[in-house]
Structure formats: structure tokens, C-alpha cells
């Protein structure tokens, strides 16, 4: 190891320890390999890294081996570094497969286009010395907008009387951020309700994770507006009722198969079997999303036109005196 790498790290972050110190790398090819204490070195700046990144989901941590927690050393700030993973996999719309693919030119061009748009992440793209494109990412300094729902005290009725038309607002804030994308001819490509955060010091969400492409022969945004569909069932209900939540609950015995999801077959949509006040209007749009569904969204503008005059028939959250 150079003694080089060893004396930047020295001057730029004293308090690291100097033991600890591994590589300077500009080959970020073998990036299960990078690990604490290496540092990358690309675009003319070094990022020390810190730890790999997780996203936690079904109470389980995932970690993502390709992107990297850092610190840079010559601006002090936090950064998270992606690097080239290629991925790909078959999604199931109903009874199309989709054949779904990481793409980190995607990513790397959606980051240029919303560069100066709060409702997405932001940062930049570079090449390491091999040609690996590299996205170099700000931190977001929020939480998981599906967490941000989910810690509003008390029961789902309170939370409709004092919280839904907040969360409503700030969601439909995030879908008019997917139409932009699909305005000009983008994809987010994983649209997932722990892909949307919210930060607080802003008070907006912001799209996380454009890397994902999918070929599709039928309608290009399908995938997206069906994410949108469940993070929407998330926001509504503060929670997915499966049969193992609702077992026992008032309305149970009036829930037929149509009633769920089109894609996750266990989730239900028809929320108002469960909770009947509900407006008929927000339901109807849960309603486009499930099994038993004759019409679909073609588009978010569509989805949009149905979805933002619902907030009138929602209870206004009071001022706390």
C-alpha cells in the first residue's frame, strides 16, 4: 500500500484510524472486494469507505455489496458511491413477464435530468479509470416515507382524521415526479414504497434508486404505475392487511377474491370492507389496482386526475394550539 493513500487520509480525517487505511483504488470493477478503510479514488477526489449499504425489508437487512457508504475526504461531506453491478431478472404483471435489467446509464441519465428537482435524489455521475460509470449520490437526511406513515401515533381511524390528507399530499407530490419522468420518456423502474423517502427539514419525499430497466411490449410505464398503486394502498391504510392483520376484523366476512391485489394475490385492496369510512372516491381508485379490476391506469397523469380530488373529501389535520 502506498504511504501516499496513508498521508492524505491523515490530513483530510485525523481521527480515522491510520491502521485501518487498506487500498486507493480507481479500478472499482471487484466491488465485493472494497471494503472498510479502502478508499476510491475517482473524478480527482478520494472517498474513503465506510461500510456497505442495506436496505431493510420483511425485517431483514439487505446489504447491496455495490454501493458504498463513504465520506469524502477533500470536501468532509458524506457520499454514497454506486457501482457497476449488472442484474438481471423476470417480473410478473398479472400474466405478462417483464424482463427487468440494472442499468447504470439509466440511472446516470435521470440523475442529469433531475439534478435540480426535489422530488428525487441527487448527484453525479463519473467514470473510474477502466471505464466503470460510477454514480456518486448526496445523503439523504430523512427516513423511508412508508416509515415517516407508519410512526403517526394511534390507530388507523386517528390516523385518518389527523394525518392521511398530509401523507396524500406528500404522495401525490412523488407521483407528479414520476410523471415527469415518463413526460420525457424515463422510467424510475422500481417504484417501491421504501424507494420514496421523506425529509423532514424539507418537507417533501424524494425518489430513491433509478437503476432498473425493463422491456415491456405492452404499456412502457405499467410497472410503475402499479408500484405507485401499492405504495398507495400503503399511505391509505398506514399498513398492508393480509389475511394474517385482518383475521377477526369487522367486514372480514364480506371480502371476496377480487378484493385483492392483481399482483400480490394475498394483499387487499377493497380497504373499505375493513374500514368503511373511507371515501368511495379514494377507494375506487385502490379499486383500479385489484383482481377483480376491468380498467387499468394508462398512465399517472391518469391516475393523478382521479387520485388529487380525493383530498377534499379528507378530514383537514388541525393546527396543535
Known amino acids: 500500500m502506498s504511504s501516499d493513500i496513508r498521508d492524505i487520509v491523515r490530513y483530510y480525517l485525523p481521527k480515522f484510524p491510520i491502521n485501518r487505511v487498506r487500498r486507493c483504488l480507481t479500478d472499482t470493477t471487484d466491488f465485493t472486494s472494497i471494503d472498510y478503510g479502502d478508499v476510491i479514488h475517482v473524478g480527482d477526489l478520494h472517498y474513503m469507505v ?49 424482463r427487468s435489467f ?26 473510474d479509470e477502466v471505464g466503470n460509470l460510477v454514480r456518486v449520490l448526496k445523503v439523504i437526511r430523512g427516513r423511508r416515507f412508508d416509515m ?23 404522495f401525490i407530490s412523488g407521483c407528479e415526479g414520476i410523471a415527469f419522468l415518463h413526460d420525457h420518456d424515463e422510467l424510475h423502474g422500481d417504484v417501491r414504497r421504501d424507494h420514496l423517502w421523506f425529509e423532514p427539514s424539507a418537507g417533501t419525499v424524494r425518489w430513491i434508486d433509478f437503476d432498473y430497466a425493463y422491456e415491456s411490449s405492452a404499456n412502457p410505464f405499467a410497472l410503475d404505475l402499479f408500484g405507485l398503486g401499492n405504495v398507495l394502498l400503503f399511505v391509505v391504510g398506514k399498513q398492508i392487511y393480509t389475511p394474517g392483520v385482518f383475521n377477526g376484523m369487522e367486514g372480514e366476512d364480506s371480502i371476496v377474491p377480487n378484493d385483492f391485489s392483481l399482483i400480490y394475490k394475498n394483499r387487499l385492496v377493497n380497504l373499505r370492507r375493513l374500514l368503511p369510512y373511507i371515501p368511495e372516491s379514494l377507494n375506487r381508485v385502490l379499486m383500479h389496482f385489484a383482481a377483480g379490476a376491468r380498467v387499468y391506469y394508462e398512465s399517472v397523469n391518469e391516475f393523478l386526475d382521479d387520485l388529487r380530488p380525493c383530498l377534499d373529501e379528507l378530514p383537514i389535520q388541525k393546527e396543535e394550539s
Open 50 to 98: 465506510l461500510r456497505d449499504e442495506a436496505e431493510r425489508r420483511f425485517g431483514l437487512e439487505d446489504f447491496k455489496f455495490w454501493v458504498k457508504r463513504c465520506k469524502c475526504l477533500e470536501t468532509g461531506e458524506s457520499a454514497i458511491l454506486k457501482l457497476v453491478f449488472h442484474e438481471e431478472f423476470v417480473q410478473r404483471l398479472g400474466p405478462v413477464s417483464i
Open 102 to 127: 440494472r442499468s447504470e446509464t439509466k440511472e446516470a441519465r435521470i440523475l442529469e435530468l433531475v439534478k435540480n428537482d426535489p422530488r428525487f435524489m441527487h448527484g453525479f455521475s463519473v467514470l
Open 148 to 170: 415517516a406513515v407508519q410512526r403517526l401515533s394511534g390507530g388507523h381511524r386517528e390516523y385518518f382524521d389527523s394525518g392521511l390528507r398530509n401523507m396524500l399530499e406528500l
